[in-house]
């Protein structure tokens, strides 16, 4: 049985037939991240991510 995430992830894969060059390498990355993270049940939240890049951020500026 498919649960709802997996018949999204097939919706996506159809979806990047018919996307521009750089969007499919976009969405084709997002979706090898959402497998690993689903697989490795490895996930940061939005907080997390944002708070990551201000440092990063914040690094280039000094």
Known sequence: MKTTKDLILQEERLNVTNAPQQQKM??????????????????????????????MLDNMKA
Not at 37 to 55: C, F, I, M, Q, T
Request: net charge negative.
């Open 26 to 55: 976009f969405i084709a990355r997002g979706l090898v991240s959402a497998e690993f993270a689903h697989k490795n049940n490895e996930y940061y939240s939005a907080e997390d991510v944002l708070a990551e890049l201000k440092l």
